[in-house]
C-alpha cells in the first residue's frame, strides 16, 4: 500500500480542528500493546498493577512478550495487537509498553480507515512512539497524549512510580484532571507563544521528513527532546528539520529532556534562535525522572516569564 497520500482519515491535520478523545474514568479498560522494542516482563506486571491501582482494567495484547533481536516480535503482529486494541469497542485507551525502535516500520501495515471507524480514544507513549502520534495526527486527526509508560522505569520501577511523573500522568489521563503547567529552567528567546503542540523525539522527527508523517509545524508550539545522542547528531537532526522546511511558522519551540546528551543547549540556540520565537528549554518532558504528560494536537502557550508551558483539555469538547 502506498503511503503518499494529502489526505488522511482526518483530512490535512494541519487546517482541521482535532478530535479530543474521552479521557479515561475508573473502571475503564485500557489495552498495553508493544509496538517497538521487547518488553521486559518484571517492569511490564509493576506498570500493569500501577495502572490497575488507577481503577482500570488493564489488558494485553496478544504478543506484548514477543520478541524478534530488537523488536517486540514480527512486525505484522505488533501490528496486529495495535490494530484490534484500537478496533475493539471496550477499550478506551491504548497504551504503549515502551519505545525502542520499530514503530515506523508498522505505519504502511495499520488498516487506517478500520481503526478512522473505530473512533476516537486514547494513544499514551513518548520516544519511539513519535512515530505514532504523528501517523495518528494526520490519519486520524486525532489528539493524543506524549507521557511516560508502564514498562520503563519511570512507572514500573522497582520503588514504584516516581511520584511527580505518576501525579502528573493521572491528571492529564481522568476526565476532570487539570495537570499543571510544565516549568523549564532556561529562557533561550523570550515572549510569548500559542498554538496545537506538535513534536516529540527529535531522532523520530528527523527520520520522517520526506515522509506523509513529517512534521509541519506553521502555527504550532514544538516539542522536542531526545536520550543518548551526542550534540553534533542532534545539531545534524535539528539542521535536517530546518532544512526540509519542517520548523517553517513555528510559533514557539519547547526544549525538552536531553538524558545523556551532554549539553546540547548552546548549540539547539545557536541554531533555532533565528527562527525568532519563543523558546524555553529544560523541560522534563520525554525521558528521564520526572517525565511530564503533553497532550499533542492540544492548544498550548508558551510563557517566558514563567518559563513554562500549558494548556487546558477541555472535557467538554472531547468525543463521548
Not at 511527580?164 to 523549564?184: D, N, S, Y
Request: hydrophobic share 45%; proline share 8%.
Amino acid at each position: 500500500m502506498s503511503e503518499r497520500f494529502r489526505d488522511g482519515a482526518g483530512g490535512d491535520a494541519s487546517i482541521t480542528v482535532p478530535v479530543l478523545p474521552r479521557r479515561l474514568r475508573p473502571g475503564d479498560t485500557v489495552a498495553l500493546v508493544a509496538p517497538a522494542g521487547p518488553v521486559d516482563p518484571v517492569r511490564l506486571e509493576r506498570g500493569t498493577e500501577v495502572l490497575e491501582g488507577l481503577g482500570l482494567r488493564v489488558v494485553h495484547g496478544a504478543s506484548i512478550l514477543a520478541r524478534d533481536g530488537y523488536l517486540a516480535g514480527p512486525d505484522v503482529a505488533r501490528a496486529a495487537d495495535l490494530r484490534d486494541a484500537w478496533c475493539d469497542p471496550g477499550v478506551a485507551a491504548v497504551v504503549c509498553a515502551r519505545g525502542g525502535y520499530g514503530v515506523t516500520r508498522l505505519l504502511g501495515l495499520l488498516d487506517w480507515d478500520a481503526m478512522a471507524a473505530a473512533g476516537p480514544k486514547i494513544l499514551l507513549g513518548s520516544s519511539d512512539i513519535t512515530a505514532l502520534h504523528r501517523a495518528f495526527a494526520e490519519r486520524l486527526g486525532l489528539a493524543t497524549l506524549f507521557g511516560p509508560m508502564p514498562a520503563t522505569e519511570t512507572i514500573g520501577g522497582p520503588e514504584g512510580p516516581e511520584p511527580a511523573t505518576f501525579a502528573h500522568l493521572r491528571e492529564a489521563l481522568f476526565e476532570g484532571g487539570a495537570p499543571a503547567p510544565v516549568t523549564g529552567d532556561r529562557v533561550i528567546v523570550p515572549g510569548r507563544g500559542e498554538g496545537r503542540l506538535t513534536g516529540g523525539n527529535l531522532a523520530l522527527l528527523a527520520a520522517l521528513c520526506g515522509t506523509p508523517y513529517a512534521l509541519r509545524a506553521r502555527g504550532r508550539v514544538v516539542l522536542l527532546e531526545d536520550v543518548t545522542e551526542e550534540p553534533y547528531r542532534i545539531d545534524r537532526m535539528v539542521t535536517q528539520l530546518l532544512q526540509a522546511g519542517c520548523l517553517d511558522g513555528a510559533a514557539g519551540i519547547a526544549l525538552g529532556s536531553w538524558v545523556d546528551c551532554g549539553d546540547p543547549l548552546p548549540m539547539l540556540a545557536e541554531r533555532l534562535a533565528p527562527l525568532g520565537v519563543p523558546i524555553v528549554a529544560g523541560l522534563p518532558v520525554g525521558h528521564g525522572a520526572p517525565q511530564m504528560a503533553m497532550w499533542l494536537e492540544t492548544n498550548v502557550a508558551i510563557d517566558t516569564e514563567l518559563c513554562s508551558i500549558s494548556g487546558t483539555f477541555r472535557d467538554s469538547d472531547a468525543a463521548t
